[in-house]
């Protein structure tokens, strides 16, 4: 049972923003820095946004992170076909001294 | 450039202990400020962080599997290891090995990842 909630689904046409939660607690998202990551079918996670909102070399821009609070979002633009897949948040929780990964969410391009 | 490559049985029986190991090329289990982590996957459901190595030597593990996992490294091979101990089908899952970054022992994410390698729990 995860403490990092997600919405199971999101969903869009090409070229129309997503935007994924992330809802957390003082000890994880409000304290620690939120990765976000990206799970193509039958793919390893691949690390989409770190620390501060920033991104790997080869993540495109339209892929950007916020935090406020105890909350977390991923936001994607310009929705494309490939960006079909599965989205994980992540941060330390200071509580269980332990990383802590979100529920998951599935996103479809329709 | 890093890259991880798991290893290990595919089929363990249950109480049996799954053993599994990741070889690290292009980075150094024993130097730098790493964490080298275990993932793991159960068909069709989410993420599980299962623990980490530092390049200490001190590793930190999920509570939920604290009393089962074990997680070591052999710098002469540039390799670390998993060892979960009494396994049951609930251990079924796709197991990743990721290099990780943090600070003071807390981890702040992995950056690079394994290919994964499947673990069935059957008789």
Same mark, same amino acid.
């Given at each position: 049972?995860?403490?990092?909630?997600?919405?199971?689904?999101?969903?869009?046409?090409?070229?129309?923003?997503?935007?994924?939660?992330?809802?957390?607690?003082?000890?994880?998202?409000?304290?620690?820095?939120?990765?976000?990551?990206?799970?193509?079918?039958?793919?390893?996670?691949?690390?989409?946004?770190?620390?501060?909102?920033?991104?790997?070399?080869?993540?495109?821009?339209?892929?950007?992170?916020?935090?406020?609070?105890?909350?977390?979002?991923?936001?994607?633009?310009?929705?494309?076909? $490939?960006? $079909?897949? /599965?989205?994980?948040?992540?941060?330390? /929780? /200071?509580?269980?001294?332990?990383?802590?990964?979100?529920?998951?969410?599935?996103?479809?391009?329709? | 450039?890093?890259?991880?490559?798991?290893?290990?049985?595919?089929?363990?029986?249950?109480?049996?202990?799954?053993?599994?190991?990741?070889?690290?090329?292009?980075?150094?289990?024993?130097?730098?400020?790493?964490?080298?982590?275990?993932?793991?996957?159960?068909?069709?459901?989410?993420?599980?962080?299962?623990?980490?190595?530092?390049?200490?030597?001190?590793?930190?593990?999920? !509570?939920?599997?604290? !009393?089962?996992?074990?997680?070591?490294?052999?710098?002469?091979?540039?390799?670390?290891?998993?060892?979960?101990?009494?396994?049951?089908?609930?251990?079924?899952?796709?197991?990743?090995?990721?290099?990780?970054?943090?600070?003071?022992?807390?981890?702040?994410?992995?950056?690079?990842?394994?290919?994964?390698?499947?673990?069935?729990?059957?008789?």
């Amino acid at each position: 049972q995860s403490v990092l909630t997600q919405p199971p689904s999101a969903s869009g046409a090409p070229g129309q923003r997503v935007t994924i939660s992330c809802s957390g607690s003082n000890s994880n998202v409000g304290n620690n820095f939120v990765y976000w990551y990206q799970q193509l079918p039958g793919t390893a996670p691949k690390l989409l946004i770190y620390r501060r909102n920033q991104r790997p070399s080869g993540v495109p821009d339209r892929f950007s992170g916020s935090k406020s609070g105890t909350s977390a979002s991923l936001a994607i633009s310009g929705l494309r076909s $490939e960006d $079909e897949a /599965d989205y994980y948040c992540a941060a330390w /929780d /200071d509580s269980l001294s332990g990383y802590v990964f979100g529920t998951g969410t599935r996103v479809a391009v329709l | 450039q890093v890259q991880l490559q798991e290893s290990g049985p595919g089929l363990v029986k249950p109480s049996e202990t799954l053993s599994l190991t990741c070889t690290v090329a292009g980075g150094s289990v024993s130097s730098g400020s790493d964490y080298w982590n275990w993932v793991r996957q159960p068909p069709g459901k989410g993420l599980e962080w299962i623990g980490y190595i530092y390049t200490s030597g001190s590793t930190k593990y999920n !509570s939920s599997l604290k !009393s089962r996992v074990t997680i070591s490294k052999d710098t002469s091979k540039n390799q670390f290891s998993l060892k979960l101990s009494s396994v049951t089908a609930a251990d079924t899952a796709e197991y990743y090995c990721a290099r990780g970054g943090g600070y003071s022992y807390v981890l702040y994410g992995m950056d690079v990842w394994g290919q994964g390698t499947t673990v069935t729990v059957s008789s």
